[in-house]
């Protein structure tokens, strides 16, 4: 008797009474979701899309922590912004250090730069990366709290072509995801400098008007009066309409800077339009910064992805003045955007050999089998599940499968498999361990067979 008879064959002891558990009824948390296997089609073809564009363009892959110190998010992002104050998810962990969920990429990638001496490697670097970014925002629609962004950073390189040739590939992804109706708007904040000066207008315009905003962006004149920007309200809206804008007060550079892209833009005729209201309410940007939006049969616009030039921020995280520019695209809401238009979606390579068995002995025979027959490139179908061969062959038939390959009883006793050709019906006994090699030349005859039919 094996040892597994042994167990089984026990008489049943005295029963014990096990404390029922209860069930938990969980859900998801609120703006966070599952990625069900029926949607992973739209998120694979976005995903290949997405890294084969980074690699065309020669950016190297880089994976950042999902958690990082919190220090790091509070400098970069500056204590008094939305996204920190509001958005970033901070905790203590056990050891009681203030930790953050990465909100964005920008400030761990210009870390990682800085802490792993990519500063001697030879320039542009490229880095391109794709991960679950974290913020806690209102819940609606294209805003989650978890969300999937897919980041193009190049560091070393103040050349506008650089910030023409971000704008490029973020068009040629939503090209070649079928996404339409596109619109780029690029504005330039200007240096550090010139954002300084600006900052001193908006301060001293808001001032002039305290009376006409509501309290609570009152408070912001001082500490961060590029916020107000961000209120949706007629009141505050009408007060920014007569506001400053960057754009007329920017430095000699960075005017240059702004109009060479401009001349590339135009070369490269990509959709687009100046917008000199568009802020991107994140403080690391300097000069350039872009946003492009999918527009809506009614006019209305999403933000699909946004980016710009942070030139400071190496520096300010204490590595060498270094000029960078990069942007992301919210890849959840690329799919959305995709499923909306029933776009193109991945189409898994289809297996051309099926795997067939009946009975217990040639189950265990087939595990090896198609172990074999993978190993060797070859995509095999299989439902070990099932002991019914009408039913294993019904299904190879719909899979549209060149070759079966048929254990059956008889053959897992003697080490025989039997090959089926599925579009002439003719079938051959071989020995198993000349089943790669034989299933290699069926298949290699079937496509003759397919192209001379
Ligand atoms: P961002 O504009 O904050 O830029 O985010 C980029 C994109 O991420 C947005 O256009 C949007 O598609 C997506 N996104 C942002 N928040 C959410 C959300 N709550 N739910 C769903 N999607 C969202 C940045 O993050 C910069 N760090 C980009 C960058 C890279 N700049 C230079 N390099």
């Excluded at 819940?139 to 962004?149: I, L, M, Y």
């Excluded at 003719?426 to 020995?431: D, F, H, K, M």
């Amino acid at each position: 008797m094996t040892a597994a008879k042994k167990a089984t064959g026990k008489k049943a002891k005295k029963k014990t009474n096990v404390k029922k558990i209860k069930p938990l009824k969980c859900t998801s948390l609120p703006g966070v979701h599952d990625i069900l296997p029926g949607e992973q089609s739209y998120w694979q073809q976005a995903r290949k899309v997405l890294s084969d564009e980074a690699e065309e363009y020669g950016f190297g892959r880089i994976d950042v922590p999902i958690m990082e110190s919190e220090s790091l998010f509070r400098h970069v992002h500056g204590e008094t912004s939305e996204l920190y104050e509001k958005e970033t998810y901070c905790f203590k962990n056990r050891s009681r250090d203030d930790v953050v969920l990465r909100s964005d990429f920008t400030p761990a990638i210009a870390r990682a730069y800085t802490e792993n001496g990519m500063v001697d490697l030879r320039k542009p670097i490229k880095l391109f990366t794709i991960g679950h970014a974290f913020r806690h925002e209102r819940v609606q629609a294209g805003r989650c709290r978890e969300f999937v962004q897919a980041n193009y950073d190049i560091f070393g390189e103040q050349d506008p072509v650089l910030d023409a040739q971000v704008i490029q590939i973020a068009h040629r992804v939503l090209q070649k995801l079928g996404i339409k109706n596109i619109q780029f708007h690029v504005n330039s904040v200007g240096t550090r400098e010139s954002r300084a000066h600006y900052r001193e207008l908006l301060t001293a315009y808001f001032e002039s008007r305290r009376t006409k905003l509501p309290s609570k962006y009152r408070d912001m004149i001082d500490t961060d009066p590029m916020r107000i920007f961000e209120a949706t309200d007629d009141k505050t809206m009408q007060v920014c309409s007569g506001a400053p804008q960057a754009i007329d007060h920017l430095d000699k550079e960075s005017r240059d800077h702004f109009k060479n892209l401009l001349e590339y833009l135009d070369e490269l005729d990509l959709p687009y339009m100046i917008d000199p209201a568009l802020d991107r309410g994140i403080n690391y940007y300097t000069q350039t910064i872009f946003e492009v939006f999918v527009i809506d049969k009614d006019g209305t616009r999403h933000a699909l992805g946004g980016g710009g030039r942070y030139n400071d921020l190496v520096e300010s995280l204490g590595g060498e003045p270094t000029p960078a520019i990069g942007f992301a695209f919210g890849v959840d809401r690329l799919v959305a955007e995709m499923r909306r238009l029933k776009a193109k979606a991945y189409m898994p390579p289809e297996p051309r050999v099926y795997l067939a068995q009946i009975g217990d002995l040639a189950k265990k025979k087939s595990l090896r089998i198609f172990s074999d027959i993978e190993s060797a490139g070859i995509l095999v179908a299989e439902s070990f599940g099932r002991g019914n061969l009408k039913e294993q062959m019904e299904q190879a038939t719909k899979m549209k499968v060149d070759i079966v390959v048929i254990v059956g009883q008889k053959e897992a006793l003697d080490g025989t498999v039997i090959l089926k050709d599925m579009h002439t019906g003719t079938q051959e006994t071989i020995t198993s361990d000349k089943v790669v090699c034989s299933v290699k030349d069926a298949l290699k005859k079937t496509v003759k067979v397919s192209k001379i039919k």
